[in-house]
């Protein structure tokens, strides 16, 4: 792999002794994504603050290739790990490549349909379900405040389970029953009110046709943050394969959750085409896996995520399958 060197003094010479200590112990490595170069340094190795280091890459201008060829590159530094930094390197936008796609992964929620008016039905039909089985628990929940109280209390009681959202959902109407003196063993049944609403969605009108032609040339994964199931929408006649935050045990944006779509289609995860609305979750946490990601701006949204860059920005889902048909 090229090693990369940095333009701004300071950090060649960090970059050289980077690669003494990792020659001697492995303390640097570096990856490779189609969206940039990431430098993982153990700030062990470091005799500057943090702050400083940060201040540096800040001025920096580019990164010069081993080949000595110039490209110009943003820097920025963010930490996962105690002892580690990990520096991107990402270059001016880079095109979507056609060739290299041989699977679609695709965001459900407000991306094929808006969610908020469908959450909105679902909380609708679980009042009116609890104002006939559990009436001190309707009047209750009827106060937003206590249900912004209840969903914290229930992060708190099931904190391995942040990112699974029908487990948060149940547990707050449980904790709801409790509090108003009805008896818990409905929040079962209640959730179920709830979740079968929660498929009613009203697809965007370009929805089903994208859905169409993006089945028709590619195997499709669904990969979502939420409860939305594409079997009780009617949609997995489109779908070869489904994936959510509750079957992976971590939520969008790890990496971890790309991964797992990537393996169920069986491909590398720089051979899928990730489509989402969320500039966070969706488009940084793909990018960050490797995939190639086209971001479905549907209200012209700034992009406030630098350096990340997604390979295409589109604002429906029909511009989107005119960009594909040429591949």
Known sequence: MPVAELHHPQLCQHSQQGEQAGAAGGAQERTVHSHGTVLCLDRRRFRVPLRALAAALALCQGVRRASHQSAPRRAAVFWREPLLIRVLFCPSPVPLDLSQIRAVSL???DTLWPV??????AETALQDWLRLHAP???ALCAQADVRLALRAQAV???PGSVHDMSALRQE???LALLQAGDDAHLASAAFEVFLAERQRVELFEDALPALEFLSRRYPLVALSNGNAD???IGLQHFFAASVSARDVGCAKPDARIFQRAADRMGVPASQVLHIGDDAHHDSVGALAAGMQMAWLNRSAKPWDHAPWEPHLTVAGLDALCIHLADA
Do not use: E
């Open 136 to 138: 001190a628990t309707q």
């Open 172 to 174: 707050a109407i449980r």
């Open 116 to 121: 908020w008016p469908t959450i909105a039905r």
């Open 107 to 109: 965001d459900l929620d």
């Open 156 to 158: 708190r009681s099931l």
């Open 230 to 232: 594409v079997s009780r």
